[in-house]
């Protein structure tokens, strides 16, 4: 079983930049896709990028392509997401996902471990 520790996150405004970080560990993480999704309230959870574990292959949603960059380091055993020029519709409480498999998905329901999710608050 694999287990998912998210740091990062906080508030900025519009135009900044933050960074993302999810620690995995577990005897089989490169078993695993990791993606991160966001939240808001009332709203399902939403997926935002994906990377299979050795960064060979990276995934993103339209409203981040650009903007938003997902990487993991091996070594670390850590993924991250880079988002810059953030904006007030970013807000929201970001999670990252662990699937099993090197295929990610852009659905939550497919994802077996969640971090315990960080807020990220873009000011206009």
């Known amino acids: 079983q694999v287990q998912l520790v998210q740091s990062g996150g906080g508030l900025v405004q519009a135009g900044g930049s933050l960074r993302l970080s999810c620690a995995a560990s577990?005897?089989?993480?490169?078993?695993?896709?990791i993606a991160w999704f966001r939240q808001v309230p009332g709203a399902e959870r939403e997926y935002v990028a994906a990377?299979?574990?050795?960064?060979?292959?990276?995934d993103y949603a339209d409203s981040v392509k650009g903007r938003f960059t997902v990487s993991g380091d091996n070594a670390k055993n850590t993924v991250y997401l880079q988002m810059n020029k953030l904006e007030p519709e970013d807000t929201a409480v970001y999670y990252c996902?662990?699937?099993?498999?090197?295929?990610?998905?852009?659905?939550?329901?497919?994802?077996?471990?969640w971090g315990q999710g960080t807020q990220v608050t873009v000011a206009s």
């Open positions: 990377v299979t574990w050795g960064g060979e292959g990276t």
């Open positions: 996902g662990a699937k099993w498999g090197s295929v990610p998905a852009p659905w939550a329901h497919e994802y077996d471990t």
């Open positions: 577990g005897r089989t993480i490169k078993s695993y896709a």
